[in-house]
């Protein structure tokens, strides 16, 4: 018999890994509000915090990957002083706590947060004092969590090698890695070859936008050019499956190079319908990679722009998909082998939070339904 699905409540207390967040795209509305008074930006649609979360999620536009970026212009013009990053990121890991994450790597673009003078450098360590202070307040309250940050650089600039270097610079101050973002159309990421080069060079980790709108030459070019070790969305991938009229699925030389490899996908299925590169939640390609068991992990992208939680994404998919307990616990675990992070460490939050965690909600949730039928 199936047990129930999984309800909100309960996968909120589930301990989950967020590998793809966006900290831009994740801003307390009403944060949004204060720091646009703070700081004297005048171009908010509203300042009135309920009806800027309305319109962030009214004028979420369907299928329409410029209009879901222009939300960016707000949030972006509201972070650039030392305070408000600080603020922002604190915000970021509170909220990320509240939801049950138990790991996340938040990614940002020090490019984007110095129009008001701060140096790249600042605009890191104003960001990582903040999520210090929020990974601090955790630990006190007994619901430790784990925030790294990775640096990104914008793929239609071109500054990607000193971002690298950035990154580099604070790897050891709680900076994971290196991912590049932007339009893929017409900046392929071999345009930021020497950046790549560095990373690989040092050790360090890189992780990139590809495969979201356009489609296999991108991921291609990510993984056999520039090194990524995931790809960020990669849901294009399905492109190189080919689907057989016994219903059996053939995987093309690159999508089998992506499975085989346990190549990670951060795959973000709600900003994907948002911008346009899946029709639907349903028919999302993440039901498809995750039963031919490819490196599937879910992720928000942007929980303000898409009107998202790691669990609300976790509730949808059990709806869309049939997903049960173990699903979502071998997504968690999926995540949590593919972070940047120490392999004892993940070890360890493995086998002494994250399987035990899901093990005693499935647990629960079987007694429940046991009980209930007796
Ligand atoms: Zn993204």
């Not at 600042?122 to 929020?134: M, N, S």
């Amino acid at each position: 018999m199936r047990d129930a699905p999984p309800t909100i409540d309960q996968i909120r207390r589930a301990p989950k890994v967020l590998l793809h967040d966006h900290l831009d795209g994740g801003l307390r509305p009403a944060t949004v509000v204060d720091l646009a008074a703070a700081h004297g930006y005048t171009a908010l649609p509203t300042t009135d915090p309920d009806e800027l979360a309305r319109w962030f999620v009214e004028d979420r536009p369907r299928h329409d990957l410029v209009r879901y970026l222009a939300g960016f212009t707000h949030t972006v013009a509201v972070m650039q002083h030392e305070d408000a990053l600080r603020r922002v990121a604190t915000e970021c890991v509170e909220d990320l706590v509240a939801d049950g994450v138990v790991y996340a790597e938040v990614r940002f673009a020090p490019e984007l947060h110095t129009e008001a003078g701060l140096s790249l450098d600042a605009v890191v360590e104003a960001t990582l004092q903040g999520f210090a202070d929020g990974t601090a307040k955790a630990a006190a309250d007994g619901t430790p969590i784990v925030v790294r940050a990775l640096l990104t650089a914008m793929r239609s600039a071109a500054r990607s090698l000193e971002i690298a270097e950035l990154a580099v610079r604070y790897r050891d101050l709680g900076v994971a890695g290196f991912d590049v973002a932007g339009p893929e159309a017409g900046y392929p990421p071999t345009r930021h070859l020497d950046a790549f080069q560095l990373v690989k060079q040092e050790n360090f980790h890189a992780t990139l936008h590809a495969g979201e709108a356009f489609g296999l030459p991108s991921i291609w070019e990510a993984l056999q050019w520039c090194n990524a070790e995931r790809l960020g969305h990669g849901v294009r991938i399905v492109d190189d499956i080919a689907s057989e009229a016994d219903g059996s699925v053939r995987l093309g030389r690159l999508a089998s190079y992506v499975r085989d490899r346990r190549i990670p996908l951060e795959l973000c299925p709600t900003s994907n319908v948002h911008t346009g590169a899946a029709p639907s939640l349903a028919e999302h390609p993440i039901g498809l990679l995750r039963r031919l068991q490819f490196r599937v992990t879910l992720n928000t992208d942007n929980r303000l722009m898409s009107g998202v939680t790691l669990s609300s994404e976790m509730e949808r998919c059990c709806e869309a998909f049939g997903w049960e307990w173990g699903d979502l616990a071998w997504l968690s675990i999926n995540a949590m082998k593919s972070a940047f992070y120490p392999f004892d460490d993940r070890l360890a939050l493995i086998n002494g939070v994250i399987k035990p965690g899901f093990a005693s909600l499935a647990a629960q949730s079987a007694f429940r339904v046991s009980a209930s039928l007796g």
